[in-house]
C-alpha cells in the first residue's frame, strides 16, 4: 500500500473514521488503506475520539471565552493608552508662563567659506511650555559652562516671569552634581531640574521641534556673511518668532499674544 508520508487528516476525515470504527464494520487496516494513512495514524485518531478531542477547537464555548479575554485585554490596553495621554497632556499642557521650559541644543553647519578643523558652533534654545515663548544664542562650545551662560545671560535675563522648571535631556551640559555650573545656576534662581527619559531625547518634543523650526526657517534660508552675521539674523529670527509668527498649538496666535492676554487678564493669579 502507497502511504503518503505527509497526508493530513481534516477534521471531517477524522470523524468519518469514527463513524465508520462505530460500525463494527470497518477495521484499522481497512481504514488506514481507505484513508491513505498509517494504522498507527488511525490508532491516534481512535484515541483522541474516544476522548473526543476531534471536536472542533473553536466551539461555540470556547470561542466565547477567546472572545471574553480579548475584550478584557482590550480594556486594558485601552485604559493604559488614555492614562499616558492624561500624563501627557498633562506634561504638555502647561497653566502659566514658566511652569516648564524646555532647554535644548543643537550644534551649527559650518558657514560658507569654513574648514572642516574650524571649530563649531552651537545654538541653544529654550521655549516657554505655556506661550512658546522663544529663547536661543549661540555659543561656542557643548559645555556646562556655556549652558549657564545661557540661562543666565539670555534667558533669565529677558524673560519676564519667574521660571520653575528647566526641562532638558540628559546631556553634560545639563546635569550633573552640585558643582555643575548648570544646576548651580538653576538652584541660584529657585529653578527645578526635570529631565527626560535616559535614552528618550525625543520626549523633549518643543524643544526639538522649535530647533527643527529655527533649522528650516532661519538658518536653511539665510546665507551668512560670518558668524557676527548669523548671532544677528538669529535675533531679528527670535522677533519674528515671538511676536509675528502664528502657531498652531497655539490657536493661530503668538507667543506674544498669549503672554499679553496672560498678564492682562483682571485678577490674575499668578504664581
Known sequence: MNIHKRTRLTLLDRQEIWRLYQTRLWKVTQLAERFRVCRLTIYKVLKQARLQE????NSSNHRFKTLQYGLKRLAK????????LKQEAKHYNKSYPGELVHFDTKRLPLLKGQSANEPREYLFVATDGFSRELYADILPDKTQDSAAHFLTKTVIAQCPYQIDYAYSDNGKEYKGTGQHAFVQACLQHGIGQQFTRVD?????????????????????????KDSADRRLQLIRFIN?????????????????????AYFNQPLCKQP
Request: include cysteine; glycine fraction near 4%; charged fraction near 20%.
Open 240 to 260: 519674528f518668532y515671538n511676536t509675528g509668527k502664528p502657531h498652531k498649538s497655539l490657536n493661530n496666535a503668538t507667543p506674544y499674544e498669549i503672554l499679553t
Open 200 to 224: 528618550r531625547p525625543q520626549t523633549n518634543g518643543k524643544a526639538e521641534r522649535v530647533i527643527r523650526t529655527l533649522m528650516e526657517m532661519w538658518h536653511n534660508q539665510t546665507c551668512f
Open 54 to 57: 476531534f471536536a472542533p477547537r
Open 77 to 84: 490596553i485601552e485604559q493604559a493608552i488614555q492614562d499616558r
